[in-house]
Structures are given as structure tokens and as C-alpha cells.
């Protein structure tokens, strides 16, 4: 029996009804370690195999499910807090990721779990923003001085805001990766191409190529990858209504080369497509390979290290050198966010911070 159990059930999800009781009792721990669970459900519910589910797992599933539709109901009357909020600035709010997906009704929604809404709002807007979400309960939950000059004078967004009644979490902002990383996309731009939701105004989502270069850009530069494989999920969906129309993967391209991710966005695809089975056409990837500095001789140990981080979701199915892969990723995320000068004091003061909180 493979223990990827979770790999093989995204990959050909029409072998999951004739699974095992015991295969689907690992499938339902690795699906729940990497919050896919309920992103089972929905493709059962689309594909029409759900009722083919033993009746122990399909509870499982069916939990997760309402679960989701939870989450997402918090999400939309979280948002109707948000717009009250900031109605009155007159400025397009973008959201982005999880609460994009879901209050614009993407297919990349179904059964997408997430802890916080993301927002990005003009650079020069910030402050009023901040104000206006303290006005109405959102305070940061940052209260230490090196954290705030971290945020304030590095990150690209504000110290993380909770709601001090419902701890509802808002990360604000100004762009998709901090000044001091090493590509440059443009905040402005991307705020500037987003489309409008005229149903929950003031806010928009980015436009499917931002979105798409958003999603790669969050796996592949923070170094994060505890949710690797979900967010490698969120890019499949993306990505699906492309097809093998040419046009739209040129616009992707173009816009990647315009916006300075175009390393990112072949990282992204070339891991789909190796983890997920994602058919990427071969032009793409080669107009991506072509553009300067997209692919380089260290891609030989850094596609690897993508895969195999984010197959390991769950102990039963972590592939061998997986610690060590989301280590070096988590390093080479720093690294791409700042130089060396600020980012060696900053990590000796989170190490020093963390022994003094376990002394």
C-alpha cells in the first residue's frame, strides 16, 4: 500500500471509493494534517463518488465539510465588519488568498480552510487604514518594539490586527513581498489591474494572472511550507481555467516578466506539475526558462527540495530529508526577504527570544 495516500487521492480521485476501510483511515489523518479535508469532500460532491464513501470516513468528510461552510460564513460577515470599516475612505480594498476565493465564489473555494483575511491597500492609505480599523476594534497583536519596527520599516505589511471582541485576524497589505526582497513586484499595479466586486464594495480580488502570481509567490519566496501542499492545491485551481489556450498563458508570462516573478511562477509550475500532475503547456515553461534569471544551475537542488517539503504532510507519508528540505526552505524564505546585514541580527534575536521563552 503507498503511503501517499493523499497524493494519489488528489491526483486520480476517481480511485477513492474503491479504497479500504484501513486506507481510508490514513487518508482521512493526512487530509485533515494538511487541511484538505474538506477540499476532499468538495471534489467527492463535484465528481459524484460521495455516496460511494464508507459511512465512517464520509462522516469524517461531511464534518470537515460544515466545518468549512463555518469558516466561510464567518469569513463573509468578518468582511461585512471590514467594509463598514473602510466604506468611508474611498479606496479599493483587495483581498487576497482564502477570502478572495471566497467572496468572489472561486472554485479554488471549495473547502478551503484559513485562519486569517488578507488585505492589500495603497502604500500612501495605510495609516488611515489602520486607524479606521482600530476605530472599530481591530488592535495589533504585536506589542514588543523591535516587532513593530520589524513590520513598519521592513515587511510589506502591518503587525498582524485582532479584533479585540470576536479574534477575528487581519494581516494588512501594501504589497505581496517586503522592499528589501530580492524581486520587486509593484503593489500599485497589481491594486491598479485588480477587478471590483460591485456586490461587496470597497472590495476587489487581483485579476486572474495576479492571482495566480500571487499564489506561486506566497509558496515559493515566504519558505513556509506546513501548508505547502494546500496552497499547492489553491494554484491548481488557478491555474485549470488557462487550459491549453496560448493567449492566456502568454498574458501569464508577460504579466510575471512585468511584475518580477517569473522565478517564482516556474517554480510553482514545474512543482505542480511534478507533485500534482498539473498539465502545464511546454511553451510557458520555456518563455519562463528564457527570461533572465528565471532558471538557474541551483534549480537542480531547489526543485527537489520544493517536492519534497510539500509532500510531507502528514509522518506516515514524509518522504526521507523532509525536515531538513522545509529547514532550508525557511532559510532561503529569509534570505529572499532581506540581506544578509539585517537578516543575521534579526534571526540571533528570534533565536535568543525563543530560548528565553523556554528557559
Same mark, same amino acid.
Given at each position: 500500500?503507498?503511503?501517499?495516500?493523499?497524493?494519489?487521492?488528489?491526483?486520480?480521485?476517481?480511485?477513492?471509493?474503491?479504497?479500504?476501510?484501513?486506507?481510508?483511515?490514513?487518508? !482521512?489523518?493526512?487530509?485533515?494534517?494538511?487541511?484538505?479535508?474538506?477540499? @476532499?469532500?468538495?471534489?467527492?460532491?463535484?465528481?459524484?463518488? *460521495?455516496?460511494?464513501?464508507?459511512?465512517?470516513?464520509?462522516?469524517?468528510?461531511?464534518?470537515?465539510? *460544515?466545518?468549512?461552510?463555518? @469558516?466561510?460564513?464567518?469569513?463573509?460577515?468578518?468582511?461585512?465588519?471590514?467594509?463598514?470599516?473602510?466604506?468611508?475612505?474611498?479606496?479599493?480594498?483587495?483581498?487576497?488568498?482564502?477570502?478572495?476565493?471566497?467572496?468572489? +465564489?472561486?472554485?479554488?473555494?471549495?473547502?478551503?480552510?484559513?485562519?486569517? !483575511?488578507?488585505?492589500?491597500?495603497? $502604500?500612501?492609505?495605510?495609516?488611515?487604514?489602520?486607524?479606521?480599523?482600530?476605530?472599530?476594534?481591530?488592535?495589533?497583536?504585536?506589542?514588543?518594539?523591535?516587532?513593530?519596527?520589524?513590520?513598519?520599516?521592513?515587511?510589506?505589511? *502591518?503587525?498582524?490586527?485582532?479584533?479585540?471582541?470576536? +479574534?477575528?485576524?487581519?494581516?494588512?497589505?501594501?504589497? !505581496?513581498?517586503?522592499?528589501?526582497?530580492?524581486?520587486?513586484?509593484?503593489?500599485?499595479?497589481? !491594486?491598479?489591474?485588480?477587478?471590483?466586486?460591485?456586490?461587496?464594495?470597497?472590495?476587489?480580488?487581483?485579476?486572474?494572472?495576479?492571482?495566480?502570481?500571487?499564489?506561486?509567490?506566497?509558496?515559493?519566496?515566504?519558505?513556509?511550507?506546513?501548508?505547502?501542499?494546500?496552497?499547492?492545491?489553491?494554484?491548481?485551481?488557478?491555474?485549470?481555467?488557462?487550459?491549453?489556450?496560448?493567449?492566456?498563458?502568454?498574458?501569464?508570462?508577460?504579466?510575471?516578466?512585468?511584475?518580477?516573478?517569473? $522565478?517564482?511562477?516556474?517554480?510553482?509550475?514545474?512543482?505542480?506539475?511534478?507533485?500534482?500532475?498539473?498539465?502545464?503547456?511546454?511553451?510557458?515553461?520555456?518563455?519562463?526558462?528564457?527570461?533572465?534569471?528565471?532558471?538557474?544551475?541551483?534549480?537542480?537542488?531547489? @526543485?527537489?527540495?520544493?517536492?519534497?517539503?510539500?509532500?510531507?504532510?502528514?509522518?506516515?507519508?514524509?518522504?526521507?530529508?523532509?525536515?531538513?528540505?522545509?529547514?532550508?526552505?525557511?532559510?532561503?524564505?529569509?534570505?529572499?526577504?532581506?540581506? @544578509?546585514?539585517?537578516?543575521?541580527?534579526?534571526?540571533?534575536?528570534?533565536? *535568543?527570544?525563543?530560548?528565553?521563552?523556554?528557559?
Amino acid at each position: 500500500m503507498s503511503k501517499e495516500l493523499l497524493l494519489r487521492a488528489l491526483r486520480r480521485p476517481a480511485e477513492l471509493p474503491a479504497r479500504r476501510a484501513r486506507d481510508w483511515d490514513l487518508l !482521512i489523518r493526512q487530509a485533515r494534517q494538511a487541511q484538505l479535508l474538506a477540499h @476532499l469532500h468538495a471534489m467527492g460532491e463535484q465528481a459524484g463518488w *460521495l455516496d460511494a464513501v464508507p459511512p465512517s470516513p464520509r462522516w469524517h468528510l461531511d464534518a470537515a465539510a *460544515l466545518q468549512a461552510e463555518h @469558516l466561510h460564513g464567518s469569513v463573509n460577515r468578518e468582511l461585512a465588519a471590514v467594509a463598514k470599516a473602510l466604506g468611508a475612505l474611498n479606496q479599493p480594498v483587495v483581498l487576497l488568498k482564502g477570502a478572495a476565493y471566497v467572496l468572489a +465564489g472561486l472554485p479554488a473555494a471549495r473547502g478551503r480552510q484559513f485562519s486569517d !483575511i488578507d488585505l492589500l491597500v495603497r $502604500r500612501e492609505r495605510l495609516d488611515e487604514v489602520e486607524r479606521a480599523l482600530f476605530l472599530h476594534g481591530w488592535v495589533s497583536t504585536k506589542t514588543d518594539a523591535y516587532d513593530q519596527r520589524y513590520y513598519r520599516r521592513w515587511m510589506h505589511e *502591518l503587525p498582524p490586527l485582532q479584533h479585540s471582541a470576536r +479574534g477575528s485576524i487581519l494581516d494588512v497589505h501594501h504589497n !505581496i513581498l517586503p522592499d528589501t526582497a530580492r524581486h520587486h513586484p509593484s503593489g500599485e499595479r497589481l !491594486i491598479t489591474a485588480a477587478e471590483p466586486l460591485p456586490a461587496h464594495p470597497p472590495f476587489a480580488i487581483p485579476s486572474p494572472e495576479d492571482r495566480i502570481l500571487h499564489c506561486a509567490t506566497h509558496l515559493f519566496c515566504e519558505g513556509e511550507f506546513d501548508h505547502g501542499l494546500r496552497d499547492l492545491v489553491d494554484l491548481r485551481a488557478l491555474v485549470a481555467p488557462l487550459g491549453d489556450d496560448p493567449a492566456q498563458w502568454q498574458r501569464l508570462t508577460e504579466r510575471a516578466d512585468d511584475m518580477d516573478l517569473s $522565478r517564482p511562477l516556474y517554480h510553482g509550475l514545474m512543482t505542480a506539475r511534478a507533485v500534482l500532475g498539473v498539465t502545464v503547456p511546454p511553451e510557458p515553461l520555456e518563455a519562463l526558462a528564457r527570461g533572465s534569471g528565471t532558471t538557474r544551475p541551483s534549480d537542480r537542488w531547489l @526543485l527537489p527540495l520544493f517536492r519534497t517539503a510539500v509532500r510531507g504532510v502528514h509522518p506516515s507519508c514524509e518522504p526521507r530529508g523532509a525536515g531538513l528540505a522545509r529547514w532550508l526552505l525557511y532559510v532561503r524564505g529569509h534570505y529572499l526577504r532581506m540581506p @544578509l546585514h539585517l537578516l543575521l541580527p534579526h534571526l540571533t534575536r528570534k533565536a *535568543l527570544r525563543g530560548r528565553e521563552a523556554h528557559a
